[in-house]
C-alpha cells in the first residue's frame, strides 16, 4: 500500500472527513473476522513485530498472552508488558516506513524516537543527535548533553556520528561506524 499517495489525498481532506475516516476504520478493526484472522496465525510463546505509534517504530516483542480484543506482548528491548492491539502485530513482514514527499528535511512520519538525525543550528554548526520525542511540528533531540527543539525541515539523516568533515572533505571514523549524509 502506497502510504505516501494516501497521506496526500489525506491532506485535502477536511478535519470531519478525517474524523469519520478514523471512526470507520476503528469499526473495522473491531469486527471480529479481523481479530479472528491475526489470532489464527499467532501462538503464545512466538517472537512478533508490531507497530508502535507512540514511537513510529516497530517494536520485537514475546506473545505472552492472548485476550479477546488484544495480545499482552514483552518488549524484547525494554523488558515492558504491552497490551496491544491484533491489528499492531505485523504478521507478513510489511514495510512499516512511510516516506513523505517533502521539499527538504525529513517528514514527521519519516523518523521515529531514538533515531540519529543532523541539522545546522543558528550559529551554523552542524549537531547531530537523538531522538527523544516526536512533537506536532518539531522533534526533541538531545546533542552533547543539551536539548535542542528542531523544525522536522531541518533535519537530515545522519549515520555515521563519529565522522568528522575537515574542509569539506569526509573523514570516516573505524570501520563499522556510521557515516554522515544528508549534508546541505
Known sequence: MNYSEILMQLKAASAF?????????????????????????????????????????????????????????????????????????????ADVDIRERSRQGLGR???????????????????????????????TLECDQQQWRVSYSLLHRVVDLDAKVVEGVEILGPPGGRTVSGKR
Not at 478493526?29 to 508502535?52: C, H, I, K
Not at 495480545?71 to 523488558?79: H, I, Q, R, S, Y
Open 109 to 139: 512520519n519519516e523518523v521515529a524516537v531514538g533515531d540519529r538525525v543532523g541539522f545546522v543550528a543558528r550559529d551554523d554548526k552542524e549537531r547531530c543527535g537523538r531522538i527523544i520525542p516526536l512533537n506536532d511540528k518539531t522533534v
Open 17 to 93: 472527513d478525517l474524523y469519520r475516516l478514523r471512526a470507520a476504520i476503528d469499526r473495522t478493526l473491531d469486527e471480529p473476522n479481523w481479530m479472528f484472522a491475526v489470532q489464527s496465525r499467532l501462538r503464545v510463546g512466538q517472537t512478533v513485530e508490531y507497530f508502535d505509534p507512540q514511537t513510529n517504530a516497530s517494536h520485537t516483542g514475546q506473545l505472552l498472552e492472548l485476550r479477546r480484543k488484544q495480545a499482552v506482548v514483552l518488549d524484547k528491548t525494554t523488558g515492558q508488558r504491552w497490551l496491544i492491539s491484533y491489528a499492531a502485530i505485523n504478521l507478513d513482514g
